[in-house]
């Protein structure tokens, strides 16, 4: 069964750490895609990234960064110099296809990220 | 216009009310999501419509009642609803193509408070 599995239910860190968010992904599918969403306080799910299972280049923007190892199964999201403003609950996401037309996500049970000044 | 928009943003209603949320997505995609996400709970998703016809309908309760009338709107229909209803509602939208995994654009969400 398709399964994402975000074992880190609460982090706190201070302003200016790095920290890394874990996410790890059960599929029988050859081909798939990972997501990252982001949820502050508002409440609307904000889009980081999405990648496909053949491409494992890791990836940066700006204080983010992604490392993708189809290995382990483990699509994990770094945040480089932490600041308050990413202080938000933060979700990992597999596709599963659902029909020849459609798909739907897998959402793992989110990360807490609590940046204190 | 930002790219999916709900309304109400938030709503307090009592179980014998009849109410409906709305969304309205901006960004030409075809397939459009209700999730529903509870306090201490994962995102589950309550059902999915690509080019307006139900894909998928994940046991959710009978009074809950979608509409898709277009491929820009989608409704959720809402009556005799319980008190563990209480949630915050996420509609997302898509450009489906051969389900390949394209990424979903969420609304803000309707809090909604069942009395």
């Known amino acids: 069964a398709q399964k994402v599995t975000q074992a880190q239910t609460e982090i706190s860190v201070v302003e200016k750490e790095d920290v890394t968010l874990d996410c790890v992904y059960e599929?029988?599918?050859?081909?798939?895609?990972l997501f990252w969403y982001k949820q502050p306080p508002s409440g609307e799910l904000v889009f980081l990234i999405r990648?496909?299972?053949?491409?494992?280049q890791n990836e940066i923007s700006g204080r983010y960064s992604w490392n993708f190892q189809k290995s382990t199964s483990s699509f994990n999201f770094t945040i480089t110099a932490s600041q308050v403003v990413d202080s938000a609950v933060y979700f990992c996401a597999l596709s599963e296809v659902l029909s020849s037309n459609t798909g739907k996500l897998i959402f793992g049970q989110g990360t807490t990220l609590q940046v204190k000044p | 216009e930002t790219g999916v928009t709900q309304t109400p943003r938030h709503l307090v209603m009592g179980m014998t009310n009849k109410k409906s949320l709305k969304c309205e997505q901006h960004l030409g995609h075809n397939a459009m999501y209700w999730y529903k996400q509870s306090a201490k709970k994962p995102l589950e998703l309550m059902f999915v419509?690509?080019?307006?016809?139900?894909?998928e309908n994940n046991s959710v309760p009978s009074r809950f009642s979608p509409e898709c009338p277009n491929s820009s709107h989608l409704f959720l229909h809402l009556h005799t609803l319980q008190p563990e209803d209480s949630a915050l509602y996420l509609c997302?939208?898509?450009?489906?193509?051969?389900?390949?995994?394209?990424?979903?654009?969420f609304g803000p969400g309707t809090r909604l408070l069942v009395l």
């Open positions: 419509y690509s080019l307006e016809e139900r894909v």
């Open positions: 599929t029988r599918d050859t081909t798939y895609y």
């Open positions: 997302a939208s898509s450009q489906d193509r051969a389900g390949k995994g394209e990424t979903q654009y």
């Open positions: 990648r496909n299972s053949f491409d494992e």
